[in-house]
């Protein structure tokens, strides 16, 4: 059984907002549902707007009630009666002065605000003595993504957070770790003796990795634009990935060894140089298109972006990782919005076995051995291998081994924000960055963005939206004879 956290008081900066509405709230009565929020639990919410506590009750009460979430009509008003509102500009140091009247003992700050107020709330923070730790009382600080927006950037947050912070006292999120099939990689690796002696060069012809999304830009327009698919998907999301599958086994299954580990896989990424940054990653920008049976405007086309736009809603990228387990091992990574379906997953491909076997029977090809780990929404894990056709003829056929986690146990919806803030309560850091995580992510993408912020005239390759992404990317794999798992479910014919 597991425990509940110690008290705690929950300040979320932002209680207005959109984050805290979609993710926050119904992660918070998931927890309650599951009886895994401590008895004396506070909620203090501080925004600018002068709506006061009943204010802010009217508005839980609305967001729970339009984002469904586990528990009852009584969970609802277990929060309404352990919420306080806090008026307040996030750089007046009144705010603060207010704030410390409230909170007494452990407390997570929870920053679901726009990146520009990270670094004045963590100073103010600081500032009014609200992360000192006094006695056995924690203070710990929850940092939303993006997580500066390049290198330079991160170097410069990270700087000034912990000149007010200890690293122990920062949770970084990046809300893929709170998948619990993202958390399965490790345990699909390290708890069946079968899977690491094959997990080597000698064994993997490349690993395949996609984010496929079918959303496009929405009304989201604004950030976006500033953003682009390789800033909001890659050095976080996508590298998690990476490092989860590559990294060596830790010592011990804690946040230190995890880190450290994942570290070492991200400093192993071949550095890209202008030249490879060209010839080794791919960008494009969606065209109209359909997508399901819902017709889709160019990117060009959305809201608060500029018809001449030059920022990629797809990225596809080969990255080599330089070390002796993986050295020639391709690892392509791609991800994009408005896409034919929606998919994440991790795709092994092991090396082909010897054909001359079959040297005099009809066989001329072997089907690929695929592991493939699916992310979501298809959740589970498929292995592929070669079969006899049973007839008197030597055929061979690739078959699949799957298993579903919707098939294994009941799956209760959660919004996987869950397990990341019940971590951060108990104080385990496992599932969040470290300050050179986030560095590591920003400096292989950097020469990325140094040569493309430098191009502001080479044709800016496109896709439809609902296809399978551009042709660029299919050249990227064709060019060493490989290509992309097809996106759309194969059909038998
Ligand atoms: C977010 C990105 O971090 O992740 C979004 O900002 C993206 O653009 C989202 O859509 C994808 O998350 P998920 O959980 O739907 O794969």
Known sequence: MTAKPPPCTLVVFGVTGDLTKRLLLPALRNLRRDGLLPDDFKLVGIASR???????????????????????????????????????????????????????????????TPPSEFSVIVQQLGKAGLVAEAGDAWRRVIIEKPFGHDLESAIALNKEILGVLQESQVFRID????????????????????????????????????????????????????????????????????????????????????????????????????????????RAQYAEGTVGDKKVAAYRDSPDVPQDSRTETYVAMKLMIDNWRWAGVPFYVRTGKSLAIRKTDINIRFKQAPLTLFRDTPVDTLPPNDLTIRIQPDEGVTLRFGVKVPEPQMRIEGVDLKFNYADAFTVTPSTGYETLIYDCMTGDATLFQRADNIEAGWRIVQPILDVWAADKTSPMPSYRAGSSGPEEADALLGRDGRSWRSLVPRVKP
Do not use: C
């Open 50 to 112: 002068d709506i006061g506590d009943e204010g802010l009750r009217t508005h839980l009460r609305q967001a729970m009630a339009d984002f469904k979430a586990g528990g009852g009509d009584g969970d609802v008003e277990w929060f309404l009666q352990r919420a306080h509102y806090l008026s307040g500009k996030f750089e007046d140091a009144a705010t603060y002065a207010a704030l410390a009247k409230q909170v007494k003992g452990n407390a997570l700050f929870y920053l679901a």
């Open 175 to 282: 809300h893929y770790l709170g998948k619990q099939t993202v958390q399965n990689i490790m345990v699909f690796r390290f708890a069946n003796g079968f899977v690491e002696p094959l997990r080597s060069r000698d064994h993997i012809d490349h690993v395949q990795i996609t984010v496929a999304e079918t959303v496009g830009v929405e009304a989201r327009g604004k950030f976006y634009d500033k953003t682009g698919a390789l800033r909001d998907m890659v050095p976080n999301h996508i590298f998690q990935l990476v490092s989860l599958i590559a990294m060596e086994p830790p010592a011990r299954f804690d946040a230190e060894s995890l880190r450290s580990e994942k570290a070492k896989v991200l400093d192993s990424v071949q550095r890209f140089t202008p030249y490879s940054a060209r010839g080794s990653v791919v």
